[in-house]
């Protein structure tokens, strides 16, 4: 075989450049500490970092969705803070009313204040979140949700919360028409309440449960008789009599029927009746402060009229406040479910992390040895090519 003196030069700085190639990409990679570059590297290990990228860019887009979440929920537990806060003070208003010593000028000064706390709350239920939507607004809503109307406050939103992706759906609102007008009445169980007609000398308590197994939820009425001075009581289900007729009355006595027990305290007149009818999700919290602003702001009202005003009213102030502690309760545990959420992330993220560095990063003691390798062979292919070089025939010749 015949070798060429061109041929051998040919091989020679071949070899030389294939060897310099290698050992520019391996300092290329100890520079940059990565061992993919680009997709031609590593096929395999590209797609790898490809996917590492996209779960990280979604759990940042989830992280911001949280925080959106995390902000709107902490100001939703504040405002209802604020809330029972406000609620409070009704109740230790409404408790002082009911002194005995108050005069009707007194009553009304503490029912004007029970009317601006009124207002302070319904500020509170129409409060933004910031940026441009409220915090009680349920599914949206682009005006103040509650309206203050001649009929009383009305939701003119959607009931319900809007929500965020963010891993798991987090709320953005709070269902405002639960929180505000959706307490239940009575004592959770059913509601008492006087009749208009009523005179002005008995009033009725709110009622407790004595045996929930006998429970029929019907609409039960009591009415009251006064004939030749003695009072007896009839207690009527759905408007048809009961075994209890005619029953002797005795001021501050439970009155008990199927699971049910109401005390009557005062002195009722001939005709007076007092209703008791399951209780409903409905009660509007602004309708029972404007109920007792209104009525402790009445004057001329008797001894058991204020009674009845002060026992209702802290009946469904204590329902309205109930409601509110219970949504501040989940206004809490949904800040709870988003730190949960949040760790979830950061774990999504440290996982999607680890795997791009594993499947792109350089192995640098790995490196240090191929480059060192890699320079030592370049080192040998250009002590070759300069003996190579003067093996020429030309160098004989001369």
Same mark, same amino acid.
């Given at each position: 075989?015949?070798?060429?003196?061109?041929?051998?030069?040919?091989?020679a700085?071949?070899?030389?450049?294939?060897?310099?190639?290698?050992?520019?990409l391996?300092?290329?990679?100890?520079t940059?500490g990565?061992?993919?570059?680009?997709?031609?590297?590593?096929?395999?290990?590209?797609?790898?970092?490809?996917?590492?990228?996209?779960?990280?860019?979604?759990?940042?887009?989830?992280?911001?969705?949280?925080?959106?979440?995390?902000?709107?929920?902490?100001?939703?537990?504040?405002?209802?803070?604020?809330?029972?806060?406000?609620?409070?003070? =009704?109740?230790? !208003?409404?408790?002082?009313? +009911? /002194? #005995?010593?108050?005069?009707?000028?007194?009553? &009304?000064?503490? %029912?004007?204040?029970?009317?601006?706390?009124?207002?302070?709350l319904?500020?509170?239920?129409?409060?933004?979140?910031?940026?441009?939507?409220?915090?009680?607004?349920?599914?949206?809503?682009?005006?103040?949700?509650?309206?203050?109307?001649?009929?009383?406050?009305?939701?003119?939103?959607?009931?319900?919360?809007?929500?965020?992706?963010?891993?798991?759906?987090?709320?953005?609102?709070?269902?405002?028409? =639960?929180?505000? !007008?959706?307490?239940?009445? +009575? /004592? #959770?169980?059913?509601?008492?309440?006087?009749? &208009?007609?009523? %005179?002005?000398g008995?009033?009725?308590?709110?009622g407790?449960?004595?045996?929930?197994?006998?429970?029929?939820?019907?609409?039960?009425?009591?009415d009251?008789?006064?004939?030749?001075?003695?009072?007896?009581?009839?207690?009527?289900?759905?408007?048809?009599?009961?075994?209890?007729?005619?029953?002797?009355?005795?001021?501050?006595?439970?009155?008990?029927?199927?699971?049910?027990?109401?005390?009557?305290?005062?002195?009722?007149?001939?005709?007076?009746?007092?209703?008791?009818?399951?209780?409903?999700a409905?009660?509007?919290?602004?309708?029972v402060?404007?109920?007792?602003?209104g009525?402790?702001?009445?004057?001329?009202?008797?001894?058991?009229?204020?009674?009845?005003?002060?026992?209702?009213?802290?009946?469904?102030?204590d329902?309205?406040?109930?409601?509110?502690?219970l949504?501040?309760?989940?206004?809490?545990?949904?800040?709870?479910?988003?730190?949960?959420?949040?760790?979830?992330?950061?774990e999504t993220?440290?996982?999607?992390?680890?795997?791009?560095?594993?499947?792109?990063?350089?192995?640098?003691v790995q490196?240090?040895?191929?480059?060192?390798?890699?320079?030592?062979?370049y080192d040998?292919?250009l002590?070759?090519?300069?003996?190579?070089?003067?093996?020429?025939?030309?160098?004989?010749?001369?």
């Amino acid at each position: 075989m015949r070798i060429t003196t061109a041929n051998s030069f040919a091989t020679a700085v071949d070899n030389l450049q294939q060897r310099q190639q290698e050992l520019q990409l391996a300092q290329d990679r100890l520079t940059s500490g990565k061992r993919v570059a680009r997709a031609s590297d590593d096929p395999a290990a590209a797609a790898r970092v490809e996917r590492a990228l996209a779960t990280s860019a979604r759990a940042v887009a989830d992280q911001r969705g949280l925080e959106a979440s995390r902000s709107a929920m902490q100001q939703v537990e504040g405002a209802l803070g604020s809330a029972t806060e406000a609620m409070q003070q =009704a109740r230790e !208003l409404l408790v002082a009313a +009911g /002194n #005995g010593s108050y005069t009707d000028a007194e009553r &009304a000064n503490l %029912g004007a204040r029970i009317r601006g706390l009124r207002e302070q709350l319904f500020s509170i239920a129409n409060r933004g979140d910031g940026s441009g939507g409220y915090l009680f607004g349920g599914q949206g809503s682009a005006q103040p949700p509650f309206v203050d109307g001649t009929g009383g406050v009305s939701f003119r939103g959607a009931d319900g919360q809007t929500e965020v992706q963010a891993g798991d759906l987090l709320p953005m609102t709070h269902d405002g028409a =639960a929180a505000w !007008l959706g307490a239940r009445s +009575g /004592n #959770g169980v059913f509601v008492t309440s006087p009749d &208009a007609a009523n %005179g002005n000398g008995a009033w009725i308590d709110a009622g407790s449960v004595v045996d929930p197994a006998v429970l029929t939820g019907d609409d039960y009425r009591v009415d009251f008789s006064v004939v030749g001075g003695v009072t007896t009581y009839s207690v009527l289900r759905n408007g048809a009599p009961t075994a209890q007729v005619n029953m002797p009355y005795l001021s501050g006595q439970a009155i008990q029927f199927d699971g049910m027990a109401v005390t009557v305290q005062g002195t009722p007149a001939h005709g007076d009746r007092f209703d008791v009818a399951p209780s409903m999700a409905d009660l509007s919290l602004f309708e029972v402060l404007d109920l007792i602003a209104g009525e402790l702001q009445a004057g001329g009202r008797s001894k058991a009229q204020v009674a009845q005003t002060v026992a209702s009213g802290l009946r469904d102030i204590d329902a309205s406040f109930g409601n509110l502690q219970l949504q501040r309760s989940m206004a809490g545990e949904s800040l709870n479910r988003i730190d949960a959420v949040e760790g979830r992330l950061a774990e999504t993220k440290l996982a999607a992390q680890t795997e791009r560095s594993l499947a792109e990063d350089l192995d640098m003691v790995q490196a240090l040895s191929d480059f060192e390798a890699k320079q030592t062979g370049y080192d040998a292919a250009l002590s070759t090519y300069s003996l190579v070089q003067r093996m020429s025939l030309f160098q004989y010749l001369t």
